[in-house]
């Protein structure tokens, strides 16, 4: 007999057929959930972020549309940037609340994305499934298995892109403030050391972000991580079969 904590479910988003998946439901995915509704729930419906971000308008002009996935993605900017764009775009979060405002804003946009709740940990996301992967300000939680981590790199395509951008100048006092102790979450140095012969990783700390963010508009500087995946590593999991290579 299953647990409750091991039940999956069939998570089906109207959208391409690789965001069709089982994710795990686990209590830490329902706390985490139940945290994030939370704060979604008492802010507003342009916090944390209306506007695609800086970094992701830079970074991805250059790519060819392809198979994306948006990683926490809140209220959707990145991702409708990206569908509007021709982008095949699947976006998870851990918030339903999220999620929700999230479609709605995308139904105006007059877009089609595939949205996913789940947290990243207990995500079926297909390994390297997706062209171009993208995480702002994720704030993942650390965890003795480095479940993140392993997740954030594992949907990455041979020859695609992962991209994750942190803020470069949080204030620990103001974000404990905020709720958040950065302490607990990976910063942008667990990322960079994620990285193998088999990525070529760009990293460009402090880069000024254009377009202030945060609610007090504390948010100025970006680290930002560009990192292509070169070849499969021996330690690879399976390829998806709907994916190439
Ligand atoms: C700081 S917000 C950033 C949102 C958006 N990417 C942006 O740039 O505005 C972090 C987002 O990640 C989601 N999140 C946090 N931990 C997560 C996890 N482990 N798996 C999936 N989503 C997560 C939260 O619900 C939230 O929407």
Redesign the pocket.
């Known amino acids: 007999m299953r647990l409750p904590d091991e039940q999956s479910r069939l998570q089906i988003s109207a959208g391409p057929e690789h965001a069709v998946s089982m994710s795990k439901t686990t209590e830490a995915g329902r706390v985490?959930a139940a945290e994030?509704d939370g704060r979604y729930t008492g802010w507003s419906m342009e916090t944390?972020?209306a506007e695609p971000?800086p970094a992701l308008l830079a970074e991805a002009a250059q790519l060819r549309p392809g198979r994306a996935l948006d990683?926490?993605?809140?209220?959707g900017?990145?991702a409708i940037w990206l569908a509007a764009r021709g982008w095949d775009v699947t976006a998870?979060?851990?918030?339903q609340v999220?999620l929700d405002r999230a479609a709605t804003r995308a139904e105006q946009a007059g877009v089609s994305v595939a949205w996913q709740q789940?947290?990243?940990?207990d995500a079926a996301v297909p390994p390297r499934g997706f062209d171009l992967v993208t995480a702002?300000?994720?704030?993942?939680?650390h965890s003795e298995g480095r479940d993140?981590e392993r997740a954030l790199l594992a949907s990455v395509a041979v020859g695609g892109t992962l991209l994750v951008v942190h803020h470069a100048d949080v204030d620990v006092e103001t974000a404990k403030a905020h709720g958040f102790d950065p302490a607990d979450y990976l910063d942008h140095d667990d990322v960079a050391a994620l990285f193998d012969d088999t990525w070529e990783v760009r990293i460009e700390r402090g880069r000024l972000r254009g377009r202030p963010a945060g609610s007090e508009g504390q948010h100025t500087h970006d680290d930002v991580l560009v990192a292509r995946r070169l070849r499969r590593a021996l330690s690879d999991a399976p390829a998806d079969p709907a994916a190439p290579a």
């Open positions: 985490l994030w944390p972020a971000n990683i926490g993605c809140g209220l900017s990145d998870l979060d851990v918030s999220a789940s947290r990243l940990e702002h300000y994720p704030a993942l939680l993140a």
